[in-house]
């Protein structure tokens, strides 16, 4: 994940002190580069003290941002005074950016309350932010009105912030590919090709047939073959798992790779059961594995809608997602429930895990068709859930998300498996099905709940629904 770049613009309004406006500057930008962001601001040499106030500085900063538009991620906007509303609106405007604005104003001191020292930025932020809706410019809030840039508080702000441009970024004119057919019993993860695309997301297809013919020219002893069995090996343990299974998955993985190359994709979701098994005779689960792990999400039973929440959880975080079912309530907790896949969850989320076999549909299909899964029990710490869907009737985007963390719980599961702690769980299980949402869930471990509200609610004008447990 390279660095976020914002475009910075520091408010300023003549009959303020003007030591606030250039010292302001030069906090938050040092602010900005020791939390290892990079910046691109009018210098005092373009403007007075590098802010904006007139019309002339206002396009001095537009052709500026113009000039790195495709650096820039997002803007923040800094009121080190009162600033001037109408300067940081025309620069935003006139720069033509479509991206995610943070609107950020200094504290005053109570001590520091008479002229030559007062800033008057927190009344400033308010005049800002209405001028940016009068112009129909997005915006985003810290979390407190007015915070320092040294702080803990502004240091979250800006993680958030940055969360959120990288989602909006990433979202834009995504490619991502679904293999196979969606399986006959599962009219759960039916999706709209065309909302995705008027989303910016486009869905590009490969039968299986395809894929079987071209793993059919592939030799055993073949480089690329011997390559992803090594990688393979090299990524999880594959003790027990008979040798022409394992070639089968190396070849598998080497078509899917060459496919995801040449189309440009950033993600799959693919046809897992039972197919795969009954025609070629092994899952598919460790090749998505490893793709999720390197950062290429990979949902099964071709949930392409469900890989998008991996990938936005992904976007946000810099770690890989899984997705997984909501799957079993754990004993009378009410805020508790067991996650669980078969599973292709990726290495960075398991305590321990190895290649097994499919437990679910090798009473149908013979367990020696269906090697190839990876399982174990999760890790305990936070994480942050998110579903995506297209809502076909209305013709929307649609998303929930919140956070919760695995614990330490131990239930006797197959597969990949967990407990999930959720405050407010049994609330957001009625939200659920009373909104016909799917039983696969994207999980990431982390923390990024309200940045991807932000993104998708704010910024990509989705449905969200943001789950808050009363008292959060």
Known sequence: M?????????????????????????????????????????????????AVETLEDARKCADLFKRHREEIDGILVSLPNFGDERGVANSIRMSG???????????????????????????????????????????????????APTSDSFRSDLNSFAATCRIVKGLRNVRVGVLGARPAAFNTVRFSEKLMEHAGITVETLDLSEVFGRIGRLKDNDPQVEAKLGSIQGYVSTGGIPVPSLAKMAKFGVVVDEWMRASELAGTSVQCWTAMEEFFGVVPCTLMSMMSNRLLPSACETDMIGMIGMYILQLASGAPSAI?????????????????????????????????????????????????????????????????????????????????????????????????????????????????????????????????????????????????????
């Open 97 to 147: 950016l479509d991206v995610p604005v943070l609107v950020h104003a200094y504290p005053d001191a109570a001590d520091k309350m008479r002229m030559g020292a007062r800033r008057d930025s927190f009344c400033g932020k308010i005049s800002v932010c209405n001028n940016l809706w009068q112009y129909g410019i997005r915006y985003t809030l810290t979390e407190s009105h007015t915070v």
């Open 324 to 472: 997984v079912d909501w799957n079993n309530n754990y004993g009378d907790d009410p805020d508790k429930c067991v996650i669980f896949h078969c599973s292709n969850l990726p290495k960075d989320f398991f305590e321990d895990f190895k290649m097994d076999f499919q437990e679910i549909i090798a009473g149908s299909v013979g367990k020696e068709n269906t090697f190839g899964t990876v399982v174990g029990k999760l890790k305990t710490g936070p994480v942050t859930f998110c579903r995506a869907s297209t809502d076909d009737l209305h013709g929307r985007m649609r998303a929930y998300v919140g956070e919760g963390e695995t614990t330490d719980d131990r239930p006797q599961s197959f597969g990949g498996y967990g407990v999930m702690r959720v405050r407010g769980l049994q609330g957001l299980l009625q939200y659920i099905c009373k909104n016909g949402y799917e039983h696969h869930v994207a999980v990431n471990r982390s923390s990024f709940g309200a940045a991807v509200r932000e993104a998708l609610g704010n910024y990509k004008r989705w449905d969200v629904y943001h789950h808050l447990a009363e008292g959060q």
């Open 2 to 50: 390279g660095a976020t770049t914002f475009g910075v613009i520091i408010g300023n309004r003549g009959f303020f002190p003007g030591i606030l406006a250039r010292d302001g500057r030069e906090e938050v930008l040092r602010a900005l580069a020791e939390r290892g962001y990079k910046t691109i601001c009018l210098t005092p040499e373009d403007t007075k003290f590098g």
